[in-house]
């Protein structure tokens, strides 16, 4: 299946001498400066602010909002010298039960396309080996081990298991890990799928700048074992073809589509730090030339992987829509406001079209695994945070004092269903960065419109939301002082919309 991307990006953008979202660069910096350590500043920047830029120009002309968060920053500030060290001692894993866990994954999930580049029989070998004191592990190896243990308690339906402890345990182990990781970093595939681990490890620790780091190392990496070229020689960037580094001719065919399916989803990533954080892209369309991959990988069609098939299919759908949309931020030539306005909701369109095509609302509810029914769960809040990015960038929105109706209706839409899926998982402890890059922005979209008052019939039903999702983020940082920060903000926003409940 080949790249059917359009060379158009649609029209130029409207030039006021600005970026498409309103600068508020000075109304953000006036709130952190009262904050001390460079470590938080950056936090807040990265997970809160980043994450409101394409809501900002309703954010700041909201005066109780700035409040809010100005709230949040000095309770930071006033905390900052408070903070204790952790002196909390890591949970000892019995080598039985680690096993437990390494079976627990590789009997859940090894869909081709995404297969883990080590032998179970190794993998339940070190545990065993990590007591031997003669026996050096890579860094590589343990970080591979210490992810699919994570992923194995996280699946582990005994309740008895004290999995907060745990869980906090081996993501610190595994971040301690990463800087001789990337001392020692070769071009292999274990490697590269040691970064495609970290990169989402990093941002569940709310650290978007070192999982930035890890994904430009597991571009480099792709790049030299041949996924930028699969399917062609792409150009470089002085603009001159790029001869493939490793060629593709010994490859068969399933190596060659588990590759791309690997590709799109870097790619897939590139679009997350685009959207989410402001980053620059490092696949630039000409770049790469990788078809679509058939999505069953090895050309049989079974059905035990039609969920995963389909979450790839509207994923890259998503994906593509949201390259056009960044794309064509960056062109920065000008256009009238309604040729404007016009191209952003045919991008609405196609967002809609694909939660349509694959009916993907009534999916959710009828998918008999926990992992399906997060597949669908991933397309739906993308979805829902891409309309909500493109409907508050038409310049009609960005110029009103108040949020449009729909706009609202699906913040309330996406964190029920986000309530209703965290309620049924005991995943409170490990859960922030979904909150965070799903949820987040409907959250501070919910304050907005309880403390706008627009529709106080409806301010009950989103007051229980704003205040569940507080409680959420407390829950899920608990025993993780470096999340304090967002915490606060949770909380100041939630104590905002209470205060107009109480009506003062």
Known sequence: MNDSRSSSTGPDLINEG?????NAQGVVRSMLNCIKDDKDKLLLTSNVFCLLQHVQSQVYKNEACIKAIEAAMSEISRLEDKQETDV????????EQAKKWVNLYYDSYQFEGFRIPLERSFLLSVPDLLEIRHVHLDATSRLIY???????????????VQRGGIVKSLYRTSIKLVDSWLDQLKNTPEDLFAAFLMISMALEGCNSELSWKIFGHACSIARALGYFSIDGNPKGPDGHMCLAQESSEHRNEVEQNRMRFEFWHLLRTDCLFRLSFGKPALLPEGSWAVNLPDPSITGVDDASTHFIQIHFLASM????????????????????AATY?????????????????????????????????????????TSYKIIVVLSQAKKCNRDSHHLP???????????????????????SFWGISILLLNQFIFFFLLCMDVIDCQEPENNEESLALVGWVNEFAIEAAENRPELGPITLVTRSMAAACEQVRLGR
């Not at 600005?18 to 309103?22: E, N």
């Not at 210490?146 to 008895?160: F, H, R």
């Not at 809609?352 to 997060?374: H, K, Y």
């Open 317 to 336: 759908r998503l994906t593509l829509v949201v390259i056009k949309y960044l794309d064509w931020v960056n062109a920065e030539s000008e256009q009238n």
């Open 341 to 381: 306005d016009r191209w952003l909701d045919d991008l609405i369109v196609e967002v809609e079209a694909i939660l349509s095509d694959w009916n993907v609302e009534e999916l959710i509810n009828t998918t008999e695994t926990l992992i399906n029914t997060w597949f669908f769960a991933d397309i739906l809040f």
């Open 88 to 95: 909390s001692v890591p949970p000892q894993i019995p080598k």
């Open 405 to 427: 109706r729909h706009t609202v209706d699906l913040a309330r839409k996406s964190l029920k269903v986000f309530q209703s899926l965290m309620g049924s998982t005991v995943r």
């Open 146 to 160: 210490y992810s699919v243990l994570l992923q194995g308690v996280l699946m582990d339906p005994d309740s008895t």
């Open 18 to 22: 600005q970026s498409l979202i309103p």
